[in-house]
């Protein structure tokens, strides 16, 4: 077997929301580097399609279009998925990326807060995913699958809040809707499977990650020493969606450096 027949892509067609930064942009320009046709959609329309062009000036075979979409709201959702249907027949591949965070000091966390993060990350995947099963079913077959990847992250894995409780609690609900729709379509020949990411470069994370002193900083608390590279998620997801990963559903697939198996120090460090 080869590289092309375990990975490539060619031919498919996928959808990234929030696909136009961060891990979704990286995800993105490993699809189309497998040869994708891949729709990138976020709230702003601009910056989607800054990002395809930008990503289509790379020289790759596949190919990015970019577009609005708003995951966080009913309406919004139903002209995502009429938009996705007016592009194409049969979508291979849905990443469901877009998400959004916020943190305070426990005992300061607004109710607003909490309700829009639960909105953006468990209710618009959900609801998406749903919206849009008629055209996965249309690309899914016996021997290749339609994938479904959602994006959790190490926070839904672990107890670490760091302020950010809603969105912690969010991904460890993708995480279970995860297995849950990996159960249920898998009859329907669409597996479902999540990325449990760690620290990598993004907007949601510039606090900890635009400055170079502090992402060092914060790469030397991952066991692995650093933080994630664009590459990670990429490879994730070429494997993920490619012949190589059809056999695989309701597989939480850490992308952490380790944090995620991470316990404390050892029990018995002080009678060494």
Known sequence: MT???????????ALVTGGA????RMAAEGLIAAGARVLVASRKEDACKAAAADLNELGYSGKAEGFAGDVS??????????EVGQRTDSLAILMNNAGTSWGMPLGEFPYHA???????????????TQALLPRLEAAASDDDPARVVNVG?????????DRAYSYAASKAAVHHLTRILAKELA???????????GPFVSNMTAFA???????SKVGAQVPLGRVGRPGDIAAAMQYLCGYGGAYVTGAIL??????????????FQEAY
């Not at 992250?153 to 809040?161: K, P």
């Open 3 to 13: 590289p092309e027949t375990l990975f490539g892509l060619a031919g498919k067609t």
């Open 21 to 24: 930064t961060g891990v979704g």
């Open 73 to 82: 709201t009913e309406e919004g959702i139903a002209s995502l998925a009429e």
């Open 114 to 128: 909490w309700e829009r993060v639960m909105r953006v990350n468990v209710t618009g995947l959900f609801q998406l």
């Open 153 to 161: 992250s190490v926070m839904g894995e672990t107890a670490h809040g």
């Open 187 to 197: 009859a329907k020949r669409i597996t479902v499977n999540a990325l449990a990411p």
């Open 209 to 215: 990650t635009a400055d170079e002193d502090v992402r």
């Open 254 to 267: 850490p992308i952490s450096g380790g944090i995620n198996v991470e316990t404390g120090p050892d029990l």
